[in-house]
């Protein structure tokens, strides 16, 4: 096993913990900001497909990291200006009281 | 991605800056006063990794091209998801993300796909680990991507609700797997692009028929759980493209995701395999087509809305129970503007929420956080359900399956052991409703025929728009 893959698995092992760790308690009115907000998060797939599309030395790997990059940026932008509306409506306004 | 060594060091270094940031942003994200702030510093995050990446296409050296094309995609993909998360509707934003990430699994499919092919054009035989990781990537990000389309089918009202369940497609599901299986051992022996092709196509397949038989009230959990099985999808990306960001990452969002599906499911009290297999919903309604005439059979009692009124502002105490039929009519602004008029009588007014009304949990905090309904107002179930036997009047809007008091007795039903909202302890009930349709779960609700329930038959917005200017007139 290459030095480059032990140091991989080491980061997937943690990162895994620390997923299940940082959002142990999160109360449930932001169950769905929380599902928009990862959801946003993997969006970084985008990356993937631009080192794809850069690499790409045929026009069929070419077209497919093109595509990649387009569904990826939808889930990327789209995803955090969704979670940014809902949690937007989050905060506290002042309200009339009696 | 061979840049020279302090180069290399540098985009490494800026990598995991934006690998805090996201770990930052999502312990932020499970606090509601710093939730948007931790949504901003993902996105910071995010632009640090953007800025990184492609600045190692840009770097010297960088033997890399297609500048002009990576430009151009992320451009478009921007352009269309920026325009339409700003223009859909917050009661449409389940689906919105079920397409979302829909998105995100197609792309970790066509880059395994890619990846893949350009291993295997190089001539040599691709090594384990990329092999392994492509074809995890394809398969998990395929049934991602097909499976969100059909729960966005499903929450769109384009694919039908029901769980569509029959023995062909249960044998159909079992063959897929074993090819599925066979497929990727004819690959890792070295079998080459075509039955990697096959790969997708049956994984592509196979999204669609796991979700095509889940019922539509189970589409929060599906959401969540292939929107951790996205992020697994790009972790596995990560491994092929020898990426940390894209690893940390897909795997973060892996496991968060799946603590989340487990949370939701716990909120039912159903097993994930249970919500995946058992097929809830798909029998037939146990009243007739609906309609407030259907159930003749059964007695229920009608109030109109002069009544409804006028018990309401003679009362102490309302608590108002919000479901999914609240957000499709889009009355949780007429509804704020009953409970500011009851409030100005001095009856005391609540909110109940249960953990999965509407699509999502959390669905119903946010419209009627969206309708300026002070938080103060808004109760968890554990919060509230011993409220209800002091309470004179539980004014249920658009609520169905999560007031029903079958799941506390009936061993029978399928929603039995649910955690619901003890909504029949008030001293009244009024049930804002369009018809006697069962809600998602397809199972008739024994709250309507309570003889303390009175039916208040109308769309919600409307119903709830009369009751205001009728006190407004009695005022």
């Known amino acids: 096993m290459s030095p480059t893959l032990l140091a991989e698995i080491y980061v997937f092992a943690l990162a895994v913990f620390v997923g299940f760790e940082v959002i142990s308690k999160v109360p ?20 993937g497909g631009v080192l794809v599309l850069a690499t790409a030395d045929s026009s069929l790997l070419a077209a497919l990291g093109f595509l990649a990059v387009v569904f990826g940026a939808m889930n990327l932008f789209g995803g955090f200006v969704v979670t940014d509306r809902m949690l937007e409506m989050f905060k506290k306004k002042p309200h009339v009281k009696r | 991605m061979e840049s020279t060594g302090a180069l290399s060091t540098l985009f490494h270094l800026s ?32 632009t640090v990794a953007g800025i990184t990446t492609l600045a ?49 699994g197609v792309a970790a499919a066509l880059i395994s796909t890619a990846e893949f092919l350009q291993a295997s054009a190089r001539g040599h035989t691709p090594d384990a680990t990329t092999v392994a990781s492509t074809m995890f990537g394809t398969i998990i990000g395929s049934i991602s991507f097909t499976g969100s389309l059909v729960a966005f089918g499903k929450l769109q009202g384009i694919i039908s609700e029901r769980a569509i369940t029959s023995t062909f497609q249960k044998i159909l599901n079992g063959v897929l797997f074993v090819a599925i299986l066979a497929l990727v051992s004819a690959i890792a022996l070295g079998g080459g692009a075509p039955p990697f092709y096959a790969l997708l196509g ?81 029998g037939a309604p146990a009243t007739g087509g609906g309609g407030p005439g259907a159930a003749a059979a059964k007695p229920i009692r009608d109030i109109g809305v002069e009544d409804a009124a006028v018990l309401l502002s003679n009362v102490q105490s309302v608590i108002i129970v919000p479901g999914y039929g609240m957000a499709v009519a889009q009355a949780q602004h007429a509804a704020r503007e009953l409970a ?62 999560v007031v029903n008091p079958a799941a506390r007795h009936d061993k029978q039903s399928p929603i039995y052991g649910m955690p619901i909202l003890d909504v029949d302890r008030s001293r009244h009930i009024i049930i804002i409703k369009r ?6 779960a397809g199972i008739d609700n024994e709250l309507y025929y309570d003889p303390k329930t009175m039916m208040l038959f109308g769309d919600a917005k409307a119903v709830l728009s009369k009751l205001v200017e009728e006190m407004k007139r009695a005022a």
Request: glycine residues 12%; contains cysteine; hydrophobic residues 55%.
């Open chain 2, 56 to 104: 190692s296409l840009w770097a010297p050296g960088a033997q890399l091209h297609n500048h002009g094309l990576i430009l151009i995609a992320i451009a478009i993909g921007a352009v269309l998801g920026t325009w339409g998360a700003r223009r859909v509707r917050m009661t449409d934003m389940p689906q919105m993300v079920a397409w979302l990430n829909g998105c995100g």
């Open chain 2, 15 to 46: 990598y995991l800056v934006s690998a805090i940031l996201f770990i930052v942003g999502l312990k932020f994200l499970s606090s509601p006063a710093k939730a948007r702030r931790g949504n901003q510093l993902a996105a910071l995050g995010m």
């Open chain 2, 202 to 282: 049956v994984s592509l397949v196979f999204g669609v028929l796991m979700v095509i038989p889940i019922g539509g009230a189970d589409m929060p959990v599906v959401i969540s759980l292939l929107n951790s099985f996205t992020g697994l999808a790009v972790a596995a990306t990560g491994f092929v493209l020898a990426n940390n960001a894209l690893i940390i990452s897909g795997t973060l969002v892996g496991a968060s995701g799946t603590l989340l599906t487990m949370l939701m499911c716990k909120a039912m009290n159903r097993p994930l395999t249970n919500v995946l297999f058992a097929g809830v919903g798909g």
């Open chain 2, 435 to 440: 018809s006697l349709k069962p809600g998602f």
């Open chain 1, 28 to 47: 449930v009115v932001l169950h769905t900001p929380l599902m928009s907000g990862t959801n946003a998060i993997h969006g970084i797939v985008m990356l």
């Open chain 2, 340 to 401: 500011d008029m009851l409030a100005k009588r001095g009856v005391a007014v609540k909110y109940a929420i249960h953990p999965v009304a509407g699509r999502m949990p959390g669905h119903m905090n946010v419209l009627l956080a969206e309708a300026n309904v002070p938080y103060d107002q808004l109760f968890d179930l554990e919060q509230i359900n011993a409220d209800f036997e002091h309470n004179d009047v539980a004014l249920v809007v658009g609520a169905n399956d």
